[in-house]
């Protein structure tokens, strides 16, 4: 399943050969019908702009939504954790995922970098896939709201994933998030100030599907949940009081 691999290559960082291979990204998306039509037409959209951008200002382009912008990041925990203890303890239980399927992080970038993320999930089950996009459906349409605000075509592809995952985000908490943060271009001391802000999404039952107060063994709930279901809990956790 490809699919999930090549939505999350077009989420890097541009560079000389990833606009080569555009043309085989559609012909895949294609083959595989793993999304709908109106889907592929947004990604072909998406990559056709890409390909009729200078490199340069396509990278430049890059770097200000997803590098400059905390409400655009690409690191999923981010916007549920901010930089709090639970995003520790959650990047742990995601690298322990990893290790149990047998993979290993050759890169700088943290377990919860959503490129990294869907090349996992393209390696494993279709459904179960689907399951787990379902579990950050709520990042997703945050992220495909903000974006479609900016008036970016990046937006084809968290849309995308949204058609592909089992759940669907929660309208109303989509909505509460983009009131706080809506993607527009952000002044300097803005930029500044994003950063000192509380979490798109707070470690609810909404948002967790645990109650944080019955969360005996500590961690991340919405990690553990995760875990859980896709029975790689690592053995030997500790379990903390």
């Known amino acids: ?7 999350g290559a077009l989420l890097t960082y541009p560079s000389a050969e990833l606009l080569a291979a555009l043309p085989e990204f559609q012909i895949i998306l ?11 037409k947004s990604l072909d959209h998406l990559m056709s702009w890409m390909n009729d951008q200078d490199l ?4 430049e382009e890059f770097v200000a939504l ?10 999923l925990f981010e916007h549920v954790h901010g930089d709090s203890r639970d995003r ?35 390696m494993i089950d279709a459904e179960e896939a689907r399951q787990n996009l379902g579990e950050i459906a709520n990042v997703l349409g945050v992220l495909a709201g ?36 809506a993607g527009k ?37 919405k990690a553990e949940e995760m875990l859980a279901r896709m029975n790689l809990q690592p053995e030997n956790k500790e379990t903390r009081s």
């Open 1 to 7: 399943m490809k699919t999930l691999k090549i939505l």
């Open 30 to 40: 294609k083959k595989e019908t793993w999304l709908p039509d109106e889907s592929l």
């Open 56 to 59: 340069l200002d396509l990278q």
């Open 66 to 75: 997803f590098d400059r912008t905390p409400s655009l990041c690409l690191h």
């Open 88 to 122: 520790g303890q959650a990047l742990v239980d995601l690298s322990g995922v990893y290790k149990d399927a047998g993979l290993l992080i050759n890169t700088e970038e943290m377990p919860d970098y959503l490129p990294l993320f869907l090349e996992y999930l393209s």
């Open 146 to 181: 903000r974006l479609s605000n900016r008036q970016s075509p990046y937006a084809a592809v968290f849309e995308a994933l949204i058609e592909a995952a089992a759940n669907k985000p929660d309208a109303k908490a989509v909505e509460e998030a983009l009131k706080e943060a």
């Open 185 to 221: 271009v952000s002044t300097f001391d803005e930029l500044d100030e994003s950063w000192e802000e509380q979490n798109a999404f707070e470690n609810s039952l909404q948002t967790t599907g645990q109650d944080m107060d019955s969360n005996v063994g500590g961690g991340c709930p």
